[in-house]
Structures are given as C-alpha cells and as structure tokens.
C-alpha cells in the first residue's frame, strides 16, 4: 500500500476538457479573455509599465537665490532700498525662503516701563491689585509693574510693564510696500539621483553658453531647463494674483516632479513643475489666511544704550518639494505581471464553468459528463446488477 502510493507521486495528471455548443456561454468567455487582455496590455504594460522595476526613492537637493530690488518710503523708516540680503529669509538658499513683501515697523524700542496694550486681555485692570509685580502678561509684551494705569477711575486701564517701550504698534496694512517685489526672480537649482540605477540629473540646461542663465526665463516649450522665475509668474501659475497676496502675505507650494522611463534614453528624463497656494482652505473661509512674523534689528546710540526696531514683516513662503521615479526593464516584473494576467484568465474559466454547470438549464447533463464515475465503481456495480439478474432467472426456472 505505501509502495503504490510512492510510485503515484510520479504519475502524471492531466485535466480533460469538455467542448461545449453553447454559443452563450462561449461569447461570455471570449469576452472575459477579451477583456483580461485589454487590462493586461492596456493597463499593466501600457500604462502603468509593468515591466519596468522602479526607484521611488529620489534622493534631492535644492539651492535657491533671488535676484531683485525694491524701494519703500515711509513716515517711520524713510527712504530704505531692499536688496535680497534685506528681504529673503533664510538668506542661505534652502528649500523653504520666505520674500518679504510689506511690513510695520516699531523703532526705537527702549528697555523701560509702559503701559500693556488694551488688545491684550491679560493685562486689563480695574485696580493695582489686578496688575500683581512680577508677573509675566500672558500675550503680552513684558512683566507688570505692579501699577494699574487709567485713564479716570471709572474706566477700565491696562497694567504698567517692564519691557521693550513703546509697544508694537497695532493696525493693519492697506497695501504692500515693497512694490517691486513681483519683478524679482528666483533661481530654483536642482539635483536629483536614483540611486538604484546610479542615475542622476539635473533641472539646469547643460550648455557651453555662460550667459544662458542671464538672459533666459522658464518657459515649459521654449525654455523648460531655465529654472528662473518671476515671482508673479509663479502666483499666477498657482491662480493668484501676486499683489493680492503680497499685503497679507502667503504661502505657495512649488512641486518638481521627476517620472523617468529610462528606456527612452537620458534626454527623455525631465522636470515638471507644479504652483499650488497652501494657505488657502476649500470654503475659502478661513481667518488664518496669509503669513507673517516679526524679527528686530539692534543697535546702540553714542551713549551705548541699547535699542532696537520691531518688525512685523509680511511675504509670501515658498515651500520647494521634489518628487520622482524612474523606471528601466527588467526580466522579474514582467514575469510577474504576465503570469497575474494568465491566473486571471483560469479566474475567467472558472466563473464560466459555475454558469454552465449550475445557472444553464442543461446543468445535469454538464455535470454527469465533466464529473465522471471511477471505473472501478462503474464495474462492481455492473457485476452486482449481473448477479442480481442471475439469481432472478433461476428462481423462475425452479
């Protein structure tokens, strides 16, 4: 018993097919492998390059300088001309540069006593016990003084603080100052590599002219590899209009976007670009639109007391990000995938056996041909019913 059933691990089995005239079923099944076929070269090869591996994992670097200049004239500052060494935040050329656009200034800023502004609640007081000494104003802008300064008795005041005096001035801009700033131009440089393939570019155009760069702009037809733009061309490009957003300021998101089929060779691997304004929401309704922030300059008079000048500078924040992938044949993944098309084609045969067997009216007869007896079951029965015939015949003639 154990030797037959070793020497039937080498047999050979083969499945037996049944042609069946039913024309239904027969469309139903052609336009199954019709439709596994479309899926498989339309889809997977086609479209989504099943025989490719791909790199996914781009590794980037991204060096930015803006070129510009711009003129403020104001009551507080006077005459002030703005180069990029005033007006770009980081100055180092990162991924993330902040542009300033407008701004309100405080100068003159001295170590001293003065009273809370009346916009910050914690610092509102009926009396001196409400101003406790020492005490840091939540909001605020220093620590009280202990005093409670009114304008009447009946009134409500505001406490006295030691801090930077006088307080930050509190309005809102009506128009950018730096009304240039549109004009001003940002060198976006860069270099990508996927290091499955050993397989590195990058987005400036590779020429011998060394004043290519001086004199060109982006453009996607003319001049796709001059990554210089204008930094209301790119507002435009993301829907917006540069001098809308440049009083309350904004934040633009630039998206260089790598997809390299490198079976098409070197030069067919090209940057695109995408502007997207990110500090918007989809209702449009909310109350933290625009950006802004505040930094100080330092400086000392003849008599070496210290001062400075506040700055509440609004621009626009541009966030640089890059992604990429980059495909090249190989033998693996179209395997793969092929051999996924051919078991979804046994899926198709399947699904039209159930409707033969047991949803067409002649299911029975289907199933007694493609589920056969064992011929050993068939011939013992056979003998039985022999037997049993026999039998019947001799109890007549007796």
Not at 195 to 219: H, I, M, Q
Request: aromatic letters at 14%; hydrophobic letters at 35%; one cysteine or more.
């Amino acid at each position: 018993m154990a030797w037959n059933f070793f020497l039937s691990l080498f047999d050979y089995k083969t499945e037996k097919y049944i042609v069946a005239t039913n024309k239904r079923v027969g469309v139903l099944y052609r336009l199954i492998q019709l439709s596994v076929l479309g899926y498989i070269i339309g889809w997977v090869f086609v479209s989504k390059k099943g025989y490719q591996e791909t790199d996914e994992a781009i590794q980037s670097s991204v060096i930015t300088k803006l070129k510009g200049v711009s003129v403020t004239n104001t009551s507080v500052s006077g005459v002030i001309v703005w180069g990029p060494e005033d007006y770009v935040i980081p100055p180092q050329g990162e991924d993330v540069l902040f542009v300033v656009t407008n701004f309100l200034e405080t100068p003159n800023q001295k170590l001293g006593y003065c009273a809370e502004s009346p916009k910050i609640l914690d610092g509102l007081c009926k009396n001196n016990k409400d101003c406790e000494k020492g005490k840091m104003v939540v909001a605020g802008n220093g620590i009280m003084s202990g005093r409670c300064l009114k304008k009447d008795t009946n009134s409500t005041g505001t406490c006295e603080i030691y801090g930077w005096c006088p307080i930050e001035r509190k309005f809102k801009p009506q128009k950018p100052l730096l009304t240039n700033a549109e004009n001003f131009t940002i060198y976006i440089k860069n270099f990508i590599l996927f290091p499955k393939f050993a397989f590195s570019k990058s987005n400036v155009l590779e020429t011998t002219d060394n004043s290519y760069l001086k004199k060109c702009r982006y453009d996607e037809e003319l001049h796709p590899y001059c990554p210089i733009f204008r930094l209301g061309d790119i507002t435009r490009r993301a829907g917006y209009n540069f001098q809308d957003m440049a009083t309350f300021g904004g934040s633009i998101g630039i998206l260089i976007e790598w997809d390299c089929n490198l079976d098409k060779g070197y030069f067919n691997c090209n940057p695109v670009y995408y502007f997207t304004r990110l500090d918007v929401s989809v209702t449009n309704t909310t109350i933290a639109q625009g950006f802004n922030f505040r930094h100080t300059r330092y400086f000392r008079n003849a008599d070496d007391e210290s001062y400075r000048s506040l700055f509440k500078v609004y621009g626009v924040r541009f966030t640089i990000l890059v992604h990429g992938k980059a495909g090249r044949f190989s033998v693996v993944p179209t395997v793969i995938n092929f051999a996924a098309g051919l078991a979804l084609m046994g899926a198709g045969a399947f699904f039209c056996d159930m409707v033969l067997l047991y949803l067409m009216k002649n299911g029975d007869s289907y199933r007694e041909r493609k589920f056969e007896k064992p011929r050993d079951a068939e011939s013992s029965d056979d003998d039985a019913d022999d037997r049993k015939e026999a039998m019947e015949q001799r109890n007549l003639k007796s």
